[in-house]
């Protein structure tokens, strides 16, 4: 009975060492966890006596399993996702080559001077009309145009060359009378044409007269009074020759009031002489 309980603690102390070499080799793998103390081995009873031939040795208690750690956790392995495919590089155009360095601009040409002359009062202006004129249709302030018939010198250089345009008015017109009195017209020049420019004028007034009609009249006067005598001598005697006469004189003047002298009338193209009587500034051609 003795060597039954011998082989039995025998049996317990190498399951107990097992279990300590099994629980050294987890503990180097694995990190150490509390390892529960296994169950002290209640000791066996006394068995009942009884004959040898029918006493069956006691199965030996199956040692208590110790706790197996748990096995070490692998590395999570990441599902490393796809890196985003980079768009091919596109290839950069080439930068066109600097142009040769062009030369410098030469600077704008000065613009040129504006020379000016004076010309002085007194200066002759010499034009030829450019518009037709009759005292009978035009009145008093009507405009009319000019062509500058000869140049206009200034210290020997040509100022206003010939063919330059002015424009004048007509500051005074009077038509002619049934008895007496002549047609008048007064022509002046207040434009000068420079180009772009018009320069103000002041010159001479130049008066136009109609022909005298004194003659005539005289003429009409005297035929009626002959014609008027013949008739009267004729019919009468010297008496009527007398009343004839009278009576032819009386008509013939009737005639003459009856109608008007002549009138002033300027053709194209008839030249004019003018005279400043103010100087003038003006700018020379270039």
Avoid: W
């Avoid at 704008?108 to 037709?132: C, F, K, M, S, W």
């Avoid at 001598?233 to 006469?245: M, N, P, R, V, Y």
């Amino acid at each position: 009975m003795r060597s039954v309980k011998m082989i039995f603690l025998a049996l317990a102390l190498l399951a107990a060492a097992g279990c300590s070499r099994n629980m050294t080799e987890s503990a180097q793998e694995a990190p150490p966890e509390p390892v529960e103390a296994p169950a002290p081995v209640p000791a066996p009873e006394p068995a009942p006596v009884a004959e040898p031939a029918s006493v069956a040795a006691p199965e030996p208690r199956a040692p208590q399993p110790a706790a197996v750690a748990p096995a070490p956790q692998k590395a999570a392995v990441r599902d490393a996702a796809p890196a985003p495919e980079e768009p091919a590089a596109v290839p950069a155009e080439p930068e066109p080559e600097p142009p040769a360095r062009l030369r410098e601009a030469p600077p704008p040409p000065r613009a040129p001077e504006i020379r000016y002359a004076v010309i002085p009062a007194g200066t002759p202006i010499h034009v030829r009309l450019q518009d037709p004129l009759d005292s009978s249709i035009n009145l008093s302030g009507d405009g009319f145009r000019a062509i500058l018939d000869q140049d206009i010198l200034v210290d020997g250089k040509v100022a206003v060359p010939r063919g330059s345009v002015l424009d004048g008015k007509v500051s005074h017109v009077q038509r002619s009378g049934r008895v007496q009195g002549r047609a008048v017209m007064s022509l002046q020049l207040v434009n000068l044409s420079t180009g772009d420019n018009k320069v103000a004028l002041q010159t001479d007034i130049r008066t136009f007269e109609a022909k005298a009609s004194t003659k005539k009249d005289a003429t009409k006067v005297g035929i009626g009074a002959g014609l008027g005598a013949v008739i009267g001598a004729i019919a009468g005697g010297g008496k009527g020759a007398a009343i004839g006469a009278a009576a032819g004189a009386g008509a013939g003047g009737a005639t003459v009031m009856a109608t008007r002298g002549e009138e002033v009338k300027l053709e194209v193209e008839q030249a004019v002489d003018f005279e400043l009587e103010r100087e003038v500034r003006i700018a020379l051609p270039r």
